[in-house]
């Protein structure tokens, strides 16, 4: 048993022992002693019975995740997004029960593409649940995933697996679109320059003792940007 696995032993389809810590261990020496102890595991190690090891990864991983086709958001635009999402095995018998009776492997890569599937839908879910700008949408990227990653995290627990996180690291919009949010946003940062220097005028010459000269070199600046 290699550091983050935990290895359970099935007999009949179900859990016999769990073992936890790692290390090499001997079969009838360690294990079929330790299994007679917790569920009347009668059985000798030369009777021919058959039973199934599971090794199971315990630890949190971290996957990458981004949408796979662009998803019309309210009004028609289309959007890409991209980000993680990090998973654990969080219930073994569920996992047992829904998974290694169909599969001989469930790896990291099939939750992904498992999220994937359900990702347009709860991406639009969530953008018209928050009510969100949506020329802005990585401003409430935070509001969105949280959503997102509870709604996750209660579908795969079915199969046993839990979303811990799962973050929204960027928006993508059509080139065009992406190019008129980037001057609106240039124009609001010219904006809040000229509410700056009207404020810095204002106290420039509340505070006298040189609030006139302050005046006048603000006054130049502002001229100076236009």
């Known amino acids: ?3 983050g696995q935990d290895a359970i032993f099935l007999y009949n389809g179900k ?4 073992f936890t810590d790692e ?4 079969i009838e020496s360690e294990i079929i002693p330790f299994l007679s102890t917790l569920k009347g595991f009668k059985f000798g190690f030369n009777s021919g019975i058959r039973a199934e090891v599971l090794f199971i990864n315990t630890k949190e991983v971290t996957v990458k995740w981004g949408t796979k086709n662009p998803i019309n958001i309210p009004g028609g635009m289309p959007i890409r997004a ?3 999402f990090t998973c654990k095995v969080a219930d073994y018998d569920a996992l047992i029960e829904k998974v290694a009776g169909i599969k001989q492997q469930y790896s990291v890569e099939d939750v992904r593409e498992r999220i994937i599937g359900m990702l347009d839908q709860l991406l639009m879910k969530w953008i018209v649940k928050e009510g969100k700008d ?3 949408l990585q401003a409430n990227s935070f509001d969105i995933g ?5 709604d996750l995290d209660m579908e795969m627990m ?4 839990s979303i811990t996180t799962f973050n929204i690291a960027s928006f993508t919009y059509p080139e065009e679109i992406q190019k008129m949010v980037t001057k609106a946003a240039s124009q609001s940062v010219v904006g809040d320059m000229g509410r700056y220097q009207q404020m810095a005028m204002i106290d420039a010459m509340a505070n006298g003792n040189g609030g006139g000269r302050a005046a006048s070199d603000m006054a130049g600046m502002a001229m100076g940007m236009m």
């Open 1 to 3: 048993i290699r550091p």
């Open 15 to 18: 859990v016999e022992g769990i």
């Open 23 to 26: 290390g090499s261990f001997d």
């Open 82 to 84: 991209f980000g993680t």
């Open 134 to 136: 949506m020329f802005n």
């Open 146 to 150: 949280k959503g997102i990653q509870e």
């Open 158 to 161: 079915k199969i046993g697996i």
